[in-house]
């Protein structure tokens, strides 16, 4: 059971991988304001999920920076077309800006967004992974709570 718990999860991770896949990144900053952000630039590689920063700048470099140093976490959202999602919770591992890895990565980045230049690539560690589809969680709602149910809907 183990094993095919594995193996979903693995699957489940390579839809970052889908291009009609929706990934939204959410990170906070260190007062706790939420920032959430669509980053197609998001990929499942060797167990972690890594990530093109391409704006130097940006809240969600900042964000991320913190979390890196204070030992936070982030939330990546992603939507398939066919309506399943998932929210996966993650750890900052490091961060590359320079050297071998950094130019390896640049040359994808700069065929895959060629008006950008590419600020830092980000690898973080899965810790968990939540099904956010509307009928898995309706299913568990009804399986926690069967006693909250509208009234209409019992007298149909």
């Known amino acids: 059971m183990e094993g095919q718990g594995k193996k979903m999860e693995n699957e489940i991770l390579r839809l970052c991988n889908a291009e009609n896949v929706l990934k939204v990144m959410v990170s906070v900053n260190l007062d706790g304001t939420p920032h959430a952000t669509v980053k197609s630039s998001v990929r499942y590689v060797d167990g972690n999920l890594l ?4 704006i130097e700048s940006s809240r969600t470099n900042r964000n991320v920076t913190a979390a890196l140093w204070f030992d936070g976490t982030v939330r990546f959202l992603l939507v398939h077309p066919d309506g399943r999602s998932f929210q996966v919770a993650a750890r900052p591992l490091r961060t590359c800006i320079s050297g071998i890895e950094f130019r390896e990565h640049y040359i994808k980045a700069s065929k895959e967004f060629p008006s950008t230049d590419l600020a830092a690539v980000w690898i973080f560690e899965p810790l968990e992974i939540t099904d ?13 709570r069967p006693y909250l149910t509208h009234l209409d809907r019992l007298a149909r």
């Open 51 to 54: 990530y093109y920063e391409l």
């Open 132 to 144: 956010q589809t509307l009928s898995t969680r309706i299913g568990q709602e009804r399986e926690k």
